[in-house]
């Protein structure tokens, strides 16, 4: 993303689970990246144009207090959309715990499961590229 011109990020974490120094020196400030650091999703929410959600990873902590207390302080529900834009996009990786309700699924702009699809489609480009498998006529 650092190679797009008026480029953003709204990194979006608490304390303990933000960026490592080195990527923010090395990385966005080395390429005149604007960013911005916070802590709570609803602050940042109605600015953003995509959301990119992540669960909050148990193995990124040192002792489970902290990954209990942390753990559902970034969850995307109805509520919390109707703060966004109308045209955000909302992007996973999947699979999901419980960091998207499923209720926010039948949003149109939940793009999570079409970027699963289109993952499974890159994918299988590239195996037949490695394979250099010929593209039937």
Known sequence: MVRYPNIKFILISPPELR???NIRE???KANNI??????NLDEAIGQLDILYMTRVQKERFFNEEDYIRLKDCYILDKKKMKLAKKDMFVLHPLPRVNEISVEVDDDPRAAYFK???YGVYV????I???LEVEKPC
Request: charged share 25%; hydrophobic share 50%; glycine share 4%.
């Open 115 to 117: 970027q699963a699809q």
């Open 128 to 130: 037949m590229t490695l």
């Open 19 to 21: 960026i490592p120094d």
């Open 123 to 126: 994918r299988m480009a590239l």
């Open 26 to 28: 090395d990385v966005l």
């Open 34 to 39: 604007d960013f911005e650091e916070v802590g």
